[in-house]
């Protein structure tokens, strides 16, 4: 029997219930788990703070016939407790870019709660949000590397109206910083058009992306990855190559990216 595993921290969104949604058309039975890891956080980051809404989203998926909620415990998922679990560390030249360089203990954090949810729940596939692209490649290559027998789904970023990319986070926002909150948006149309209109230079479309990114944004990073190294590209860009960026606001965290298309104004993401 196939069975399809979405790993969340709850409180669910549209994006969280794309992926489940494909899971539902492509296995008999699906898991949603919910748990917020504590080795994913980092000293001053928000993981008491980190929204908890395990009842709503119980109701959430209760309209769905063939899902199963399943909330594991720190005890289940870490019996030695989670100052002395035995972790997985992310490959240094996947995880040292774009998020990894601000948040360096996030990877292994990942890393290791996937692989353990994996264990227990056995799933036949995994869904991962490509909103987290940086996370979603490096879990395909956790689970190829340990040659387990699950099949990593990536699915796309999924956007509301406006075009600010789904996040549990995004309730953090301000009205007033909701609306800032779209440049992300804007600089990644911007950053599409360019190459859309032939230009090839890394250098100048992360200066086009830039420039839609102004106060009160803080940008943490813009650039160009290889999308299966990670790595920002020294050479013209390709298609599938991935725009990255991160900005804060307020005491928000954003995160976005896209995935150039040349010679085409194809939408960066689904609304």
Known sequence: MSLGLVPTMGNLHAGHLALVERSI????????????????????????QYPRTLDADRAILSQYDTVTLWAP?????????????????????????????????????VCTVVFRLCQQANPTRLYMGEKDYQQCTIIQGLIHDYRLPISVVPCPIVR????????????????AERVHATQLYRAIQAA????????????MVIQTCQACLGSPLKIDYVGIADPCSLKPIDRDIRPNDRLMLAAHLGKTRLVDNHE?????????GTH
């Open 192 to 203: 599409q058009t360019t190459v859309t209109n032939g230009e090839p230079n890394p250098a």
């Open 25 to 48: 058309r492509e296995n008999k039975k699906t898991i949603v788990s919910i748990y917020v890891n504590p080795l994913q956080f980092g000293p001053n980051e928000d993981f008491d």
């Open 73 to 109: 415990t720190t005890k289940d998922l870490y019996p030695l407790g989670v100052a002395n679990a035995y972790g997985i560390t992310a490959p240094k030249a996947m995880a040292q870019h774009w998020c990894g360089n601000s948040r360096p203990h996030f990877f292994d954090g």
């Open 260 to 268: 150039f298309h040349l010679g085409t104004s194809r939408a960066a």
């Open 160 to 175: 509301e109206a406006d075009g600010l990319a789904y996040s549990s986070r995004n309730q953090y926002l301000s009205p």
